[in-house]
C-alpha cells in the first residue's frame, strides 16, 4: 500500500516564525501536492511538483514556499507565518500516468 | 472545472446498501468522474473513478447514467466505518494536475 507520511499531525507555530511541514511518500511517485484544507472552502491546492527540483503554483500560493531535493520529500515552508494560514495541511502523491492521489493524514497548524 | 452538485448530506443503516449520488451536467468528453472520502480527521482516500461505463472495485460500485451528467457512488453493504464525507470530482486527465474539492456529502451509518 502507498504510504504518504507528515511530519506532524498537530503544530502551534507563532506569528513571523518560519514553519516547515514536511511530506514523505514511499512509492516512487513523480507528482507530489500541497493542498490546505478550511471548513465552507474545501481543499485548494497550494503548489505541486511533477519532478525532482519541479515545481509549479496551485490556486493559493502566496505566502507559501516549497522545496523538493529529492523524488520521495516534498516539503511546504511558510516564510513567515500569520494568523490567517491556520488551517489543515495536506499533503498528496500520484504515479505519473495513474489516476489516483494518495494523501497523508494532514497537519493541523495552528498560528497564534 | 465542471462543478458536481452532491446532497449535503445523507444517512443509511448498517449492513444496507448506500447509493451516493453526484450530478454534473456540464461534463465535457474527456473528463473522469473521480470519487475521494474523507473520514474523520484523516487525509481523504481515493475510492473509485470511471469514464463512461460502470465500475467495480473492492470498495465500492460506480454506476455512470448513459449521457454521463450524473452517476451514483455504490456501496453495497455500509458499515459504521464508511462513515465518512465523500467528494464526487472532474478531472480532465489531460489537463490540471489539481483535484477540486466540493463540499461533498456527508454520511451517516446507523447501527
Known amino acids: ?77 511558510l516564510e513567515s507565518a500569520s494568523t490567517n494560514q491556520t488551517s489543515m495541511y495536506l499533503c498528496a502523491s500520484r504515479g505519473q500516468g495513474r489516476y489516483e492521489q494518495y494523501f497523508g493524514p494532514g497537519t493541523r497548524l495552528t498560528v497564534t | 472545472d465542471a462543478k458536481t452538485t452532491q446532497p449535503n448530506s445523507m444517512e443509511s443503516n448498517e449492513e444496507e446498501p448506500v447509493h451516493l449520488p453526484c450530478n454534473h451536467s456540464t461534463i465535457s468528453g474527456t473528463d473522469y468522474i473521480h470519487w475521494y ?44 466505518r464508511d462513515a465518512a464525507v465523500y467528494y464526487c470530482i472532474l478531472r480532465d486527465f489531460q489537463g490540471a494536475q489539481k483535484l477540486v474539492f466540493g463540499q461533498g456529502t456527508r454520511l451517516t451509518i446507523n447501527p
Not at chain 1, 516549497?66 to 520521495?72: D, I, L, P, T
Open chain 1, 1 to 77: 500500500d502507498v504510504k504518504v507520511t507528515q511530519s506532524s499531525r498537530y503544530l502551534v507555530k507563532r506569528t513571523g516564525e518560519k514553519v516547515f511541514l514536511e511530506c514523505v511518500q514511499d512509492m516512487d511517485h513523480e507528482n507530489m501536492f500541497w493542498y490546505r484544507q478550511d471548513p465552507g472552502l474545501g481543499l485548494r491546492l497550494i503548489y505541486f511538483s511533477y519532478d525532482v527540483k519541479m515545481k509549479e503554483k496551485g490556486d493559493i500560493p502566496e505566502g507559501y514556499s516549497v522545496s523538493r531535493e529529492k523524488k520521495e520529500r516534498f516539503s511546504l515552508i
Open chain 2, 37 to 80: 472520502r474523507q473520514l474523520p480527521s484523516q487525509g481523504p482516500e481515493y475510492v473509485i473513478h470511471g469514464l463512461t461505463s460502470n465500475v467495480n472495485n473492492r470498495m465500492a460500485s460506480l454506476a455512470i447514467a448513459e449521457d454521463r451528467k450524473s452517476s451514483t457512488l455504490i456501496l453495497h453493504r455500509a458499515t459504521l
